[in-house]
């Protein structure tokens, strides 16, 4: 496979920097309007900075970018010419990077994506299953419904490859009830105003709807709605991982669960990228996804069965903190390292 032996080969190039155990990790986060985001670089220092006791010194370099494609891609090329030693990325594209990667992986430079899959086979990706969270909310929404109902989809930003999968997975679940009736999808990119006022003009427009599959990032603006609607009796929607909504959520009693997807992914991936970097052999068979180069993590779901357990993990933090888990070094030396 060409993304072993170019991997294999970085290895390679980069054993003097191996030996005396110091690098320098480049992160590149491709949208700022979100905390989620915010909360995910925290979380990659704090996995960078729990190195040291091992004896591991990581330098950061973090450049974050607009949605705009183009910015990425020039951030990763200044990346490249400073000399990194691996590039950790949450992409706005899963095809836009392959040549950039490629100009990474023949200056010895090993490249992770995190949060959404990438085509390039100069890159690994460690994060969740996209397709799959998309895929666990929607079977979970049908169920609750008994697979009978009229069902709309508040998704996030169009076109971005995260959001694409989850439209993919929750099309897939839906499409095995023939009783669900999708009558409405839009997008609301991935913003609680919008998450609201969205769900205010679905209300109006179609009257009847009996579920509402709404991603993280709206879904409490969207169950807002509902409540002003009146409509928290008779409809089942989706939540989100933010203790701002787990709060409302636990006290007005909502139907509703949400797929988990931690801020913690891009600490999991630099765990990965430090193994790697040390001289760790992935296991055989273990990488899968659409694109053949994926190291997926689990994906936890809330609902009102262990509610309680969520809302307990995420007393005394900030409205806009997210459930999380990382990846421990341990943990990912034994899941996916020989």
Known sequence: MKLVALAAAALVGMASAASAQNFTIGLSNGWVGSEWRTQMIAEAQAAAAAWAERGVNITLVIQSSDVDVQGQIGAVRNMINDGVNAIIINPNSPTAFDPIFAQAAAAGILVIATDAEVSSPDAFYVGIDQTDYGRKGCTWLAEALGGQGNVVTIQGLAGHPANE??????????????????????????????????????????????????????????????????????????????????????????????????????????????????????????????????????????????????????????????????????????????
């Open 165 to 338: 999968m989850r439209v993919e997975g929750c099309r897939e679940a839906l499409a095995t009830f023939p009783g669900i009736s999708i009558l409405a999808e839009t997008n609301a990119n991935w913003d609680q105003a919008q998450g609201q006022q969205t769900m205010q003009t679905l209300l109006a427009t179609y009257p009847a709807i009996n579920g509402v599959y709404v991603q993280d990032g709206m879904a409490a603006g969207a169950w807002r709605a509902i409540v002003a609607a009146n409509r928290t009796g008779d409809i089942v929607a989706t939540g989100e991982i933010r203790k701002d909504f787990l709060d409302l959520w636990s006290a007005g009693g909502y139907n509703s669960g949400a797929s988990v997807n931690p801020p913690g992914v891009m600490a999991s991936a630099l765990n990965v990228a430090v193994l790697r970097l040390l001289g760790g052999e992935f296991k055989d068979g273990i990488m899968g996804g659409v694109y053949g180069n994926a190291l997926f993590l689990d994906i936890p779901f809330i609902d009102n069965a262990n509610l309680a357990d969520a809302v307990a993990a995420a007393a005394g933090q900030p409205g806009y903190w997210s459930v999380t888990s990382t990846l421990s070094i341990d943990d990912a030396q034994a899941m996916f390292f020989q």
